[in-house]
């Protein structure tokens, strides 16, 4: 067993993982081996580079020790990762904005004693940062977008109309747009982000989904959708307006149809499941105003009071373990 020293001194050093990763990202090392789409030596990295050989061969050797890379027996390494698992290009800078959040963390202790007037997330959803910021949220939800569409699709068969509140990179939307092919969608989202998507959206999502400008907590959408999806987003807020949000969404979604909120794993009854996602939850609490990570309970409450029934919790089992919280609205309060 690992002593409390070892354990504190691991713990404390934790950080060097993040650092050598941001480090290779920013050297261009990770990138040039994606490029090469096959092993490639250390010399030969560190000349493409300009780089001191030894030290490229230790920070290659740290990413081997992290399972980032692998070592062939000739010596060559590789990404452990295929190429075609990298949705898209943006992979360093989405993994990146992971950087610019160490600010919150490295001040945890003032950031809980008094919370900033403006959050970190006030400033991402309302500039430029918005780009970096939802490539990092596509790729992380890369695989889990498609496996709560292939879930949605299951559970509650072919739709006509889906509403995607904050719906930011429109990968939840596409994916399920693919596999409702007469389906017409809305993105709602801050005019940040539906600047981004207007940008980023393929042509045949382009075409059947209507990008709309507003707040979440404030819009007025009466359009009687076969779906409404609230998918990572109530994280940001006070119960308060998270209620608001999930108010408006039932609102918006016609009697009979479908709200589904998407989230991290938080079970309230389980206070010792691993899958808890609290590390999330302190972020959130770093990163915003009031937010943190509702319950799973605390979302059925809500949905319970907003007139919403047959409400079942389905586990995803991407690699983030999260949830989908899934109900039919029975009347709209
Ligand atoms: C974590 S991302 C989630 C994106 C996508 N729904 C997903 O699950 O991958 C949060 C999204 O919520 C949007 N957002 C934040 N505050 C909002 C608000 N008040 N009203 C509408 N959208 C908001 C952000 O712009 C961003 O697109």
Not at 42 to 68: F, R, W
Request: proline share 3%; charged share 25%; aromatic share 6%.
């Amino acid at each position: 067993m690992i002593t409390l020293q070892a354990n504190v001194e691991r713990l404390a050093t934790a950080y060097r993982s993040s650092c050598i990763l941001f480090g290779a990202i920013e050297l261009g090392l990770l990138e040039e081996i994606i490029n090469q789409k096959g092993p490639v030596a250390i010399t030969d990295l560190a000349g493409t580079l300009n780089l001191d050989p030894h030290k490229v061969q230790t920070l290659v050797h740290c990413l081997i020790q992290m399972e980032l890379l692998k070592q062939a027996k000739n010596g060559k390494v590789e990404l452990i990762l295929k190429e075609g698992d990298l949705p898209g290009h943006s992979f360093g800078q989405g993994v990146l904005n992971y950087k610019h959040e160490f600010e919150e963390w490295i001040n945890l202790a003032e950031q809980v004693k008094a919370p900033p007037v403006q959050s970190r997330e006030d400033e991402v959803f309302n500039s430029e940062q918005i780009t970096a910021y939802l490539e990092m949220v596509k790729l992380s939800n890369f695989d889990r977008a498609k496996e709560v569409a292939d879930l949605l699709t299951r559970e509650i068969g072919p739709i006509d109309t889906v509403l995607d509140i904050g719906g930011g990179h429109g990968l939840y939307t596409q994916r399920l747009l693919e596999q409702n092919s007469k389906a017409c969608a809305c993105i709602l989202d801050l005019p940040a982000a539906i600047g981004y998507a207007e940008s980023t959206l393929n042509e045949q999502v382009k075409s059947r989904t209507k990008l709309i400008k507003n707040d979440a907590r404030a819009h007025n959408t009466r359009e009687d959708f076969d779906l409404t999806m609230i998918n990572d987003l109530l994280h940001s807020f006070s119960a308060e307006e998270k209620f608001l949000i999930i108010q408006n969404g039932v609102r918006a979604t016609k009697l009979g149809g479908w709200i589904c909120i998407g989230k991290y794993q938080m079970d309230a009854d389980h206070p010792e499941n691993q899958d808890n996602n609290l590390f999330f939850s302190l972020k959130m609490i770093l990163n915003s105003k009031n937010g943190y990570l509702e319950s799973n309970q605390e979302v059925i409450e809500m949905l319970e009071k907003c007139g919403v029934g047959s409400i079942s919790i389905k586990i995803i089992k991407s690699s983030i373990p999260s949830v989908v919280i899934l109900g039919r609205v029975e009347e709209r309060k």
